[in-house]
């Protein structure tokens, strides 16, 4: 049980979040060239456990990974497929504990790496206190969330019939709002880092060419990086569409309300950093109408993107460096107005085409 259990949910995991793996191996190995990648890599570990602040920053990334695979585990056992887990709850707890330490010891592969290569640089730098701190964070995420695992298991059911004693009233959410729903209540993690990342390189870019001023251009640049910061999740949208929305295709809802919903649902995830371009700009009503049209227009080309490389995350990535190189030199040649106008044209036109036409399906890795 044990067996099939780890690499059940080990597979599942690694395969749903392959879109961050890849991103976070670009971002590792791929924004360096080949010959720099040892001293890139050896500073940027040093900067970790030298300094109160890298480990801070360590440590939170750890955390908000362990969080991300507590939600993971916990959606997993509300299934059906899962319920022979339960059997787990009646043996004794020092086992149940250390079978999902196990578990756990798997799919926090990542960290534990990271782990081991912390380890031996701080003893061999003598950051003595940098490794007792990795021990202790580390071993504290893993026992605590195979401790929260073994409360659900044991006493979930506690939970399930106070849940149904105590169920309040259903509020009915129309066909526009699932993407929604789905986003802010199944991927509330994703979408907090999402947010925090945008907004950290949004804020950076003005703080970098803080002495040009408010230049329609730089926010536009800062806009560009906030929209390129939303690839996974619009990813993760549109793979949602496909898995559990399907049978969409057949209700009698036009091309025309999909597209208005996707551009909705756009218009609606850019809140945060509209706000911070309105604040950004001086309240300059040019540049926040460049700025909402250009958030809008990058975000559904990366929706049609996915569908002209048929969710093939290898491409996708490709071609969003295409993208970047591209919007910089229209924003750069003062062309921004005319690409956003001209791109966002070209991609309602591809999707009214080729809704219909295209029938796309999640690869099994």
Known sequence: MLRLLIKSLAREFYQQHAGFFLVGLYVLFGVVEPSQLIGYHKALLLAGISSPLGMAIVFASWFLYSVKVHFFIKQKLALVQYNFINEIGTLDRHTQLKLWLTLYSVILLPIIFYVFVLIGIS??????TSLICILIVYSALAFGLSFLSYQSVTFGFLRQERKQVNSGIKIKRSFFSWPLYYLFNEQTLMLLMCKVLSLVFFKGILWMFAD??????VLLVALLASVLCHAVLVFTLLKF????????????????????RWLLTFAII??????????????????????FLFGLTGLFFLLILLYIVKLNMDNYLKWLL?????????????????????????????????????DLKVEEQ
């Open 123 to 128: 003893i061999y730098n003598h950051f003595f």
């Open 212 to 217: 040009v001023g408010n230049d329609t251009r």
């Open 241 to 260: 569409e496909i898995v559990y929305l399907d049978f969409s295709k057949s209700l009698p809802v036009s091309v025309y309300k999909r597209l208005y």
């Open 270 to 291: 850019l809140i945060p950093e509209w706000i911070f371009l309105i604040i950004s700009s001086g309240y300059n009503l040019y540049s926040i109408t460049n700025g």
């Open 322 to 358: 295409f993208f970047f190189f591209a919007s910089m030199w229209s924003i750069l040649g003062h062309h921004y107005l005319l690409f956003s106008l001209g791109l966002l044209s070209c991609c309602i036109i591809y999707y009214l085409i080729n809704f219909n036409r295209t």
